[in-house]
């Protein structure tokens, strides 16, 4: 989620004096790295999973849930080896390494060490995501479990946490749930603080209610404490925040309070990297719609299967005029969107990207794109990095205000850090061994270890096809971002269709250029809209689809029988949750919800059923559950 730093944060009316200071300081220090490393070239890939826990206690005896927020703890206890070792203690390097995240109740788990560029070592992600299952359980209170649900189902619903706490603080002042939730490090309550205080409003998040046979129509949700004015917000409910036939959320932990599986790989060089950006922005919302697993909030079914929307929404900071609704004044821009969202820009110089690509009006910040430029960063990383840069840095330590700006990067990394796009171009931090990274940020967290090895270890070796076979998918990026709302439908996996290019072997886009059948490829008929199956699996007569043009990529190479056998297992899960033949995690959860004895057909999600709901995906992660509508033969 970011970097930790220490010290005192600012309030806004503060930090926002310094904004201009960061700012510049973060583009100095961007291009000092820029200076030293853009030549820079590494060998090989070293790559690495993130994968986020929400902690629940389980009360067997009574069949109900909490959420628990003793993820602090937990954490120390998983962060001793990782201690040990770097105080020199010992040679043993830790298993796992351990992150907070925004939630009190979440935490993070990366490998020890990045994976190497072998096929052997795709055979080390399962085990290694099913060691931190078991460290983390074993660093947990016995009633309680880490859980791989994008959210806690019940988050925000009244006496859902550990310890009983009202919904009256006063950094979020959200209705449904208290400041305990986030994280206590002072970088998150003031990163929620300073979202409202710059939005002027708190955030205001509306996901549409999935609609049953008794399910009122229209839906005015009576949970929400509409009279209730503890603070001025409150009254932003009633006012018409709260929309009808949607679940309402007011808070952060809504949204960076869910859980998601991120892929980050290191590149050989920059134009390696900055190719691999370009390649991924179209995969993303794919990617998105396939590990779609999000389709219930605050107690209610959503007519949505993602998060990604609600998380955008939860971190919105944009001012009544940056988002368009007041005439521009004080602000300097109208933005689009949120800093958590799609990419905005392609960055590639490669031949295969064409300025028609970009065909969405960039915002982004003149002067800083001048300096860049004057500083002979080429128009295209220019225009990305002055995009980021729009952005106000929302938190800020006193104690770190002045830095060497040939030697940290912090003022930098606060603003590219809180960009939270659906990729990232990640350069090197200063004074490491670590080169250009890429870091693919779309996917939804899966119920089991071996889902979620499957799709970390179809992302790697779909850019190692991407780079091997000189794939071109470019698409414009307007419609990337058609994509990225098509991906939320529900089950948009089986009734949707996708933008999508049509012939991915051209390398040369030019308007006659001519495909591999010897065809003239127009412009316009660049791209057409497929299935998620067509996508994945092929189109007679068209795109060949990725499981099979990863396929031949591995016939290419010198693979052992076992490791290609575990590949086969962990495409064909793709495969076939991309024909529909296997659910998505989003359909199997609605599907536990509607089946169960207890569900009114009503949209609510409550206690008993959420119970029998996570219980029944942890024991499906422990491989105590079969599940074949979700995993098929395979075992979790
Ligand atoms: N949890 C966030 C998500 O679901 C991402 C936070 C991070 O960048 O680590 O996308
Ligand atoms: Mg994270």
Redesign the pocket.
């Given at each position: 989620?970011?970097l930790l730093s220490l010290g005192t944060p600012l309030h806004w009316n503060e930090a926002k004096q310094y904004a201009d200071h960061v700012r510049s300081h973060g583009i100095d220090q961007f291009l000092s790295v820029y200076r030293k490393q853009r030549s820079r070239k590494k060998q090989c890939l070293l790559w690495g999973d993130?994968v986020?826990y929400v902690v629940v206690k389980l009360d067997k005896e009574n069949r109900r849930t909490k959420l628990s927020l003793r993820a602090f703890d937990i954490l120390a206890q998983l962060q001793k080896p990782e201690q040990e070792y770097n105080d020199g203690n010992t040679e043993q390097p830790p298993d796992a390494l351990w992150r907070p995240?925004?939630g009190r109740f979440?935490i993070?788990g990366t490998p020890g060490a990045p994976y190497g560029s072998t096929f052997r070592d795709l055979m080390n992600v399962e085990p290694s995501m099913k060691r931190r299952r078991q460290l983390a359980h074993e660093a947990m209170l016995p009633d309680e479990i880490p859980v791989t649900l994008?959210n806690y189902p019940r988050l925000g619903c009244p006496h859902e946490l550990d310890i009983d706490i009202e919904p009256h603080g006063k950094a979020v002042q959200s209705m449904f749930v208290p400041d305990e939730v986030t994280n206590p490090h002072a970088r998150f309550p003031t990163l929620a603080a300073n979202i409202r205080r710059r939005r002027g409003a708190k955030v205001e998040i509306n996901m549409p209610i999935f609609h049953d046979k008794n399910t009122p129509r229209p839906f005015i949700d009576p949970t929400i404490p509409f009279d209730r004015e503890v603070f001025d917000h409150d009254r932003e409910a009633k006012n018409g925040a709260a929309k009808p036939d949607h679940i309402y959320m007011d808070a952060m932990a809504f949204?960076?309070?869910?859980?998601?599986l991120?892929i980050t790989f290191q590149a050989c060089n920059i134009d390696e990297a900055r190719h691999l950006y370009d390649h991924l922005a179209p995969v993303a919302p794919i990617m998105l719609a396939l590990t779609a697993a999000t389709p219930i909030f605050r107690g209610y079914l959503a007519d949505t299967d993602a998060?990604?929307n609600v998380?955008a929404a939860s971190v919105d900071d944009r001012t009544p005029e940056e988002r368009g609704i007041k005439p521009l004044k004080n602000d300097r821009f109208v933005i689009n969107k949120s800093r958590?969202d799609s990419i905005d820009t392609y960055i590639s110089n490669d031949s295969m990207y064409k300025d028609r690509y970009n065909d969405l009006d960039l915002v982004y910040d003149k002067d800083i794109y001048e300096k860049l430029r004057n500083n002979n960063v080429d128009d295209l990383l220019a225009r990305h990095m002055a995009h980021l840069f729009i952005r106000d840095p929302l938190v800020i330590f006193k104690e770190l205000l002045d830095q060497d700006d040939e030697n940290s990067v912090d003022h930098f990394e606060n603003i590219q850090?809180t960009n939270?796009q659906t990729v990232r171009f990640k350069p090197p931090p200063p004074n490491s061994d670590i080169g250009w990274r890429v870091e693919f940020?779309?996917m939804?967290?899966q119920i089991t270890d071996f889902e979620n090895a499957a799709f970390s270890v179809f992302i790697v070796l779909l850019t190692r096809t991407i780079l091997s076979f000189g794939l071109n998918l470019y698409i414009p990026i307007t419609k990337v971002d058609e994509n990225m709302a098509t991906a939320h439908k529900r089950d948009s996996v089986l009734n949707d269709k996708f933008y999508f290019r049509k012939n991915v072997f051209t390398n040369d886009g030019n308007k006659n250029a001519t495909n591999g059948n010897g065809h003239t490829a127009a412009e316009e008929d660049e791209y057409e809209l497929m299935t998620m199956n067509e996508i994945i699996n092929g189109k007679d007569h068209g795109f060949p689809g990725f499981v099979p043009l990863i396929h031949s990529y591995l016939n290419s190479t010198n693979i052992d029988i076992e490791t290609r056998c575990q590949l086969t297992r962990y495409l064909s899960l793709i495969s076939k949750r991309a024909s529909g033949e296997l659910m998505t995690g989003a359909s199997y959860l609605r599907k536990l919800v509607t089946s169960h004895p207890q569900y009114k057909q009503d949209s609510v999600v409550s206690p008993e059923i959420t119970y029998d709901l996570i219980d029944t995906v942890d024991r499906i992660a422990r491989g105590e559950l079969k599940a074949p509508e979700l995993l098929g033969e395979f075992n979790a």
């Open positions: 989620m970011g993130e986020e995240e925004y979440m993070e994008v949204g960076m309070g869910c859980c998601c991120q998060r990604w998380i958590y850090s939270w940020r779309s939804e967290i």
